[in-house]
């Protein structure tokens, strides 16, 4: 699975943005889905997930009901709507994909690039 990240960039503190994720190769529907955040000097981190099937979404308790993510099989396509957004939500978000039910960085089986989110006050 190729995985693209876009839709970051800058926003104040309050805003929303809203990132996609475009997978290729590899059947997506297959796939767990994933965002993760790094912010500068810290550790790469779980942020949120939505299962292959039925749809069912996990949050990091620092963005649950801000963040919402969502996916489309039909397009390839994975969302996360940020609302209510935060200087501390600034970092490189990352979208991946695992065939594992898990919020561990090294469970992941792909990674996209990177999109980068600043978050100003």
């Known amino acids: 699975v190729q995985l693209q990240a876009f839709g970051g960039g800058l926003v104040q503190a309050g805003g929303s943005l809203r990132l996609s994720c475009a997978a290729s190769?590899?059947?997506?529907?297959?796939?767990?889905m994933y965002w993760f955040r790094q912010a500068p000097g810290k550790e790469r981190e779980f942020v949120a997930a939505?299962?292959?099937?039925?749809?069912?979404?996990y949050y990091a308790d620092s963005v649950k009901g801000r963040f919402s993510i969502s996916r489309d099989n039909a397009k390839n396509t994975m969302y996360l709507q940020m609302n209510s957004l935060k200087p501390e939500d600034t970092a490189v978000y990352y979208c991946?994909?695992?065939?594992?039910?898990?919020?561990?960085?090294?469970?992941?089986?792909?990674w996209g690039q990177g999109t980068l989110v600043t978050v100003s006050s």
């Open positions: 190769g590899r059947t997506f529907s297959n796939y767990h």
């Open positions: 939505i299962r292959w099937f039925g749809g069912t979404t």
């Open positions: 991946a994909a695992s065939k594992t039910l898990s919020f561990e960085v090294p469970v992941m089986e792909y």
